[in-house]
């Protein structure tokens, strides 16, 4: 059975994806990336967020599926560019829009957390909090919040032609997007520039909405992983979806429900 990498976003850490990983019927690690969670203090650059998730993979074995939210997808495209062989399959969730499209948002922002970092942790950890109630929200900032390595991710990911990065990579990639998150903007670009994709609608969530239900979502990303390696050779995505559209049990109110996913193939 081939392991997981996980992927964080940016200014949290590894932490964010515990309760998806204490749910996923398959071995899976986190990564910090550099400048967050006991990376903290490191400079962030593309080259060393990639070689960060490949010592990862080294160390379940040389080959895992490489899933990333936000950051952590657009830093797992890169991945799957520079280190195909490593790569079984990737997951990336939040992360199809242009960085032209938000990059001065973001830069905007970013150049705001710079100037009292402390500060700005604080808030993030407020807002996270607010988004994700309950245990997702507390695994977000549970390895402490980086908000001062902000600018530097920022740029390291406008640097990168993700479009390119996706046409060299001759794996499955399935983008996974909520209907309602701003960054699916070019979700159709990242889709043609696939060899091998799926994109994956979840309806009435938002950027970290999928996060909500970690029982949910993680038997989508469990399925997803079967069809790929084998396990469930034939299954279509679309079962994937109908099976992550349960209520998690007992997951109560504040874990929600994944509704079921909407599979578009990539047209290639």
């Known amino acids: 059975m081939v392991p997981v990498v ?6 949290v850490s590894a932490t964010m994806w515990g309760p998806v990983m204490d749910r996923l019927d398959r071995p899976a690690v986190a990564v910090d990336l550099p400048g967050h969670g006991t990376r903290r203090g490191e400079p962030f650059t593309m080259e060393a967020a990639t070689s960060a998730v490949a010592a990862a993979i080294d ?3 040389g080959r895992a599926f490489v899933t990333g939210l936000s950051l952590g997808g657009y830093v797992g495209i890169a991945v799957a560019e520079r280190f195909p062989g490593r790569v079984a399959g990737l997951a990336a969730l939040g992360c199809t829009a242009l960085p032209g499209r938000y990059a001065w948002i973001y830069r905007s922002l970013a150049s705001l957390a710079a100037r009292d970092p402390s500060l700005a942790d604080r808030i993030s950890a407020y807002g996270l909090r607010r988004a994700l109630p309950g245990p997702a929200g507390e ?9 001062a390595v902000m600018p530097q991710a920022v740029t390291a990911v406008a640097g990168h032609d993700q479009l390119a990065a996706l046409s060299a990579y001759p794996g499955r990639v399935w983008l996974v997007n909520g209907a309602r998150d701003p960054f699916r903007a070019n979700e159709r670009d990242f889709l043609r520039a696939c060899r091998d994709g799926r994109l994956i609608l979840v309806p009435r969530r938002g950027h ?3 996060l909500a239900a970690p029982g949910p979502l993680a038997r989508l990303l469990g399925d997803l992983y079967d069809q790929a390696d084998g396990g469930r050779a034939g299954r279509p995505e679309s079962g994937a979806g109908d099976r992550a559209g349960r209520p998690e049990k007992g997951a109560g109110d504040q874990t929600g429900r994944l509704e079921s996913a909407v599979a578009t193939p990539s047209p290639r």
């Open 6 to 11: 996980f992927v964080h976003g940016i200014r």
């Open 59 to 61: 160390e379940v074995g």
């Open 139 to 147: 695994a977000m900032v549970a390895g402490g919040l980086s908000c």
């Open 208 to 210: 970290l909405g999928a």
